[in-house]
């Protein structure tokens, strides 16, 4: 049986709630558990497991150079609100009260800074390098830096080295010498003949790299091997 007043006082537990942690731009193929926080405690987020990585292969295109790949890794930031948002929290903050009703889920994005990449600057015998080409409309110079957003295959683009062989009369009395021949620097080329050239008292040997003879002789018609780099032919 009561008798008198009764006061009666309400018991409360603090509700339950789960963080979930959204790899959002991440590369990494698993999922973080959800953590499980109560109301009015302080908890520290689950340490970031995840990554965002993109490979970069070389393709040099010749004989001798292999292909290499290297790894680009974007740097994790934080965690925000929202895919795009600003980051909120940090690895491991420790966070409080982030949802007021029970067995409530936030969801938290994982961020990243740009995965960078500086390009390598290659050489080859006998070429020259033009770039680092990704598709038909897309090259990148040597030396350069570049931020991934997957995996991605550059081709080195060369182009050879190219001279001009040049005859010169070296004193002929009639005619003009045969016209220069423009020679890739690893193919080989026909000497020209004499042509028209002439000059009183004398008959044509040879082609020097020398107007005094003195240097490397070329008969006509021979080849011209590479590498070699002689500018004129006297």
Known sequence: TCKGDKTWFAVWSAIQYYVEYDKNNATSTHSMANSTHKYDVLKELSPNTYERKFTVTYVYGYDGKENETVTATAAFVGWAGLPTGQIKFLDKESVINLAYINEDTVILYAKFNDAKVLL?????????????????????????EITPSSNITLTALW??????????????????????QVKDYDK??????????SKVGHSFISWNTKPDGSGTSYAKGAPLPGPTAEDAIN
């Open 120 to 144: 390598p600057n290659p050489t080859r015998d006998s070429h020259t390098f033009a770039g680092w080409r990704l598709d038909s409309t897309t090259i990148y110079q040597g030396n350069s």
């Open 159 to 180: 182009d050879i080295i190219t001279f001009d062989i040049i005859y010169n009369g070296n004193g002929n009395d009639a005619g003009t010498p045969p016209e220069k």
């Open 188 to 197: 080989n080329i026909v000497i020209s003949a004499a042509g028209t050239l």
